[in-house]
């Protein structure tokens, strides 16, 4: 494999696991606490760090897991107290941010962890870091961790799939039938945590915030069926992630700024021009309705 | 053995109790409603029966076992506007939705549950919109769909919540043909209302609720000026008879 092409595919394995957590944050107007949980899983992995001192993938994915979980909950806690969704959401996002930001700053100047690295990512160094495992060699580490979390998140999907369209479109009666709607809850968030810390490494907390948001916002203008926006949204975000390789290469800027930016205008072209929902379209085809009314 | 029978159930909300000490016997085979006004906390009651909300207190069984062991017998329609009907999904697969319950992780509805589903939809009129996507079903149509997935429950007790909120005729009558069919089969619905003019119509038993239970029986028997007066207080101009024409005792 060349160079590019592990950039690539490091890429697009981050924005199809992005994509599936995605699908399900937006259904479920949760969006915005992807963009939470991929900056605290910061404080998950200084302090997996700090515990284990060293940078094993193991512990950072607990660690990341386990900060992302207590994220939402906090979030939850502040929320049944009284505190309006959003607040909630940006006063834990900042707070416990800002408490790994510190502890990187303290105790772990001097490992591969540093704060502007997580917020914009490096791609151009993953193909640098391979790992031999299974007997495979020369894989970079960033390509098998995002491999591991994308199966965790398909098998996952797969298993809850009715169960997690049910708590999204109805959790009274998902949670009448018995459906653990809960645990799905704190599920998805463990599952977004995962993806978070396994592509943040590579890309970036911002790229991780598009690609969770973006195309499957981008999908549902494009469809209506759940299937099939699982499918649009993984489509959209490998094209956003090839279009903004090459497009970063033309212009000799960031990688994944690059990336982000195109998820962003797949939504605009979507929001114009999508057959059902698009701006545009709706007012051609509003026009062709009023001259037919007035024929009439 | 009652179909539903509740013992003193409180639910608070920030310590205000929003029902206190309800108890009661629903009869099998009728149509209950449970009236009362906004704020008296007649959704609080069915969520506190099928455990959707906490109880502060009190006790509910469902054919004498507590709610959590009858599940399969119970089916639920929550208020039309307690979802987002812009979700990407069609009628036929809301219906199936139903099923979810009986059919258990990582399997999907086969062809016996989608056929199921298409009757449960023909039994409210709506098997011609079977693949129309829910953001484009009226209001009636949407709850005629949610009603056609509670029948896919398949079960004997029936909770509705509002049923009859913002529907046209055709859904109205729709509902009441489907509320007569479940009784002769036997079932028990409960049906939380707030239309006092279509009470005596409806049903056979109904509960006044303001917060507690201020009366419940056969309509016959205990939808009486008094009580209602009771329930609503000074607040239903309406039972007035002189004032005004309409009088939903006559």
Known sequence: MTYTMWIIL??????????????LLVLRKMAMISDAISHTVLLGLVSAFLITQSLDGLAMFIGAAIAGILTAVFIQLLNSAGVQADAAIGIVFTFLFAIGVILVSMFARDVHLDVEHSIMGELAFIPW???????????????????IVLVINIILLFVFYKEF????????????????????????????????????????????????????????????????????????AV???????????????????????????????????????????KKIRNRFTTYSNDEA | MNPVSTNNIT?????????????????????IGIVGPNGAGKSTLIKSILGLVPKASGNISIYGKPYKKQRQIVGYVPQRGSVDWDFPTNALDVVLMGKYGQIGLIRRPNKKDKQEALECLAQVGMEAFANRQISQLSGGQQQRVFLARALAQNAFVYFMDEPFVGVDAATEKAIIQLLTDLKSKGKTVLVVHHDLQTVKDYFDWVMLLNIRKIAFGPT???????HLQKTYGGRLAFLDQESNGVNPLA
């Not at chain 1, 490091?10 to 699908?23: K, P």
């Open chain 1, 10 to 23: 490091t890429a697009s394995l981050v924005s199809v696991a992005c994509s599936i957590v995605g699908v």
């Open chain 1, 129 to 147: 870091t391979t790992v031999d495992w299974l007997g495979i060699e020369g894989v970079p580490q960033a390509v098998w961790m995002i491999s």
């Open chain 1, 165 to 236: 369209k049910l708590s999204s479109f109805d959790p009274h009666l998902a949670a009448a039938l018995g459906i653990p709607v809960v645990f799905l809850h704190y599920l998805l968030m463990g599952m977004t945590s995962i993806t978070a810390v396994a592509s943040f490494d590579a890309v970036g907390a911002i790229l991780v915030v598009a690609m969770i948001i973006a195309p499957p916002a981008t999908a549902y203008l494009l469809t209506e069926q759940l299937g099939k926006m699982f499918i649009y949204s993984a489509i959209i």
């Open chain 1, 239 to 281: 094209l956003s992630a090839i279009s903004g390789y090459y497009f970063a290469a033309m212009l000799d800027t960031n990688i994944a700024g690059m990336m982000a930016t195109m998820t962003g205008l797949f939504f605009l072209a979507a929001f114009l021009f999508s057959p059902t929902h698009g701006v545009v379209i």
């Open chain 2, 11 to 31: 639910v608070a909300y920030h310590r205000k109790p929003v029902i206190q000490n309800v108890s009661f016997e629903a009869p099998e085979g009728k149509l």
């Open chain 2, 220 to 226: 016959e028997e205990v939808f009486t000026q008094e």
